[in-house]
């Protein structure tokens, strides 16, 4: 710390939804409106042994060994990313912390370049209602056209409107049974972070039931309000 002007520290996000829940959307739809940037751990990784930097080289000699890259790793690269111009205008976590250790980690982190996690956003769904909606879903094996039980079924049983086909295509982990206990997985997974965040006063719930739209404009005003 020299003293010298330094700008506002950029806003970090922190987006939380169940598979389903539109998160790569909206983190899209983010990145475009308010020039923010996603980081997700995965990328991160890939995109650190690529460049061969310090971090970089230990988390490509942990992953060769098949085992999974520390905690300690997962901070060094995230912390050299955060310091990138891009990262200016702030950015997504996706995937990253995982658990409250991890979160723990990150606030110290943060902390050490005057930042913190500005908004902990948690894509709330209604659980039988996912169900219903990606359980329901199918596609027509012949044009791609997609259909839903529910909420937009062919005219004819099991023909598609568009082609004609009767080969109608269904995913394996579309079923009810595999959404349902995908859904308990987050649940169980994501409750102990919604704690953490909750008690520091930087969570914020949003509606993920409504449409897109009005998803996006909740939580474009949760990123106007935090960079304000
Ligand atoms: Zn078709």
């Known amino acids: 710390m020299d003293g010298s002007n330094v700008p506002d520290a950029a806003p970090v996000l922190i987006l939380l939804g169940p598979p ?5 959307t909206q983190a899209r739809k983010l990145e475009e409106g308010f020039g923010l940037v996603q980081l997700s751990t995965g990328d991160l990784l890939r995109a650190a042994v690529a460049a061969g930097t310090e971090a970089g080289k230990q988390a490509k000699a942990v992953m060769e060994s098949g085992a999974l890259v ?17 990262c ?39 659980d039988a209602e996912m169900v219903t909606r990606i359980a329901g879903r199918f596609t027509c094996g012949g044009c791609g056209e997609g259909y839903h039980d529910t909420f937009k079924a062919p005219v004819v049983a099991e023909t598609c409107d568009k082609c004609g086909s009767t080969e109608m295509v269904r995913r394996a982990d579309d079923n009810a049974e595999t959404v349902a206990s995908r859904l308990e997985a987050y649940h169980a ?9 909750d008690g520091k006063g930087a969570l914020v719930r949003v509606d993920a039931m409504g449409d897109i739209g009005a998803i996006a404009s909740d939580l474009g005003a949760i990123v106007s309000r935090v960079s304000a």
């Open 88 to 126: 200016a205008k702030g950015v997504i976590l996706d995937g990253f912390p995982r658990t409250t250790v991890q979160a723990e980690a990150l606030d110290e982190l943060l902390k050490a370049s005057g930042q913190r996690i500005n908004a902990a956003i948690s894509l709330d769904v209604d």
């Open 20 to 24: 389903g829940a539109g998160k790569g």
């Open 189 to 197: 997974q994501t409750a102990p972070l919604i704690d953490y965040y």
């Open 70 to 86: 520390s905690d300690e790793i997962v901070l060094a690269i995230l912390k050299d990313r955060l310091a990138e111009p891009d």
